[in-house]
């Protein structure tokens, strides 16, 4: 049982560079997040998709855009990477948006450092 | 709108004493709320989670959790540590903003230093 995966699990980009980030679950849950992971602040929300074929804006979107591709599958994309995107990023999932007492499944995290 | 502040950014206890790591919340209608746990390079994992039904909340690994609403405060507890559980863990609320959606707030984590 795979739950949420993730690739890669680690990357360095140079500042300009491109790259797209992949999260697929088996779960079969409506809904998929992406968080960055820095020091002190928890995890705060870049964007979201309540359900195939949606996205939305989470707390901290400037500098990403993401595709849901299929109910399975949910990408992150920085197009000019920058210092600032240093993070880990965890991809999440849960059955259905706006259920609140619904838990998230996450994966384990990419790690990306820009230099 | 919500927040939530975790008041010890590091806790340090030797094995087989209890453990209490703190949390506090806001929230302007009726909150669920979550303990997750994060073990080095891994995801996080659900502890417990308080959605309005019984105001002690037990989870896995023998930790628990009591929402006081008065105090606004769900800290997590565990009577005494095994060095398994040195990790991070985070507080989280969920409620609803005011474009009616119900959005998710993370705390800043606290570090769990398990000393044998």
């Known amino acids: 049982n795979a739950g949420v995966t993730q690739t890669p699990k680690f990357q360095v980009l140079k500042t300009g560079q491109s790259m797209t980030l992949q999260c697929a679950q088996d779960?079969?849950?409506?809904?998929m997040y992406w968080y960055r992971q820095d020091p002190g602040m928890g995890l705060r929300l870049i964007y979201y998709s309540a359900s195939e074929g949606t996205t939305d804006k989470g707390e901290v979107p400037n500098g990403y855009n993401v595709s849901r591709l299929n109910k399975r599958e949910f990408s992150l994309r920085l197009e000019s990477a920058a210092p600032s995107q240093t993070s880990v990023y965890f991809c999440a999932s849960r059955p259905r948006e706006g259920q609140g007492d619904s838990p998230l499944h996450f994966g384990n995290g990419t790690r990306l450092t820009v230099t | 709108a919500q927040s939530v502040t975790q008041l010890d950014s590091h806790v340090s206890v030797s094995e087989g004493t209890p453990v209490l790591l703190r949390c506090n919340y806001s929230s302007s209608y009726s909150p669920s709320l979550f303990w997750y746990v994060q073990h080095p390079n891994k995801g996080l994992q659900l502890l417990l989670k308080y959605t309005s039904a019984a105001t002690l909340v037990k989870g896995i690994n023998g930790f628990e959790a009591e929402f006081k609403k008065s105090e606004t405060s769900f800290h997590l507890t565990k009577p005494s540590a095994h060095m398994s559980d040195a990790a991070e863990y985070f507080c989280v609320v969920s409620d609803t903003e005011d474009t009616g959606r119900r959005a998710l707030t993370f705390g800043s984590g606290t570090r769990l230093q398990v000393q044998p």
């Open positions: 779960m079969n849950h409506n809904s």
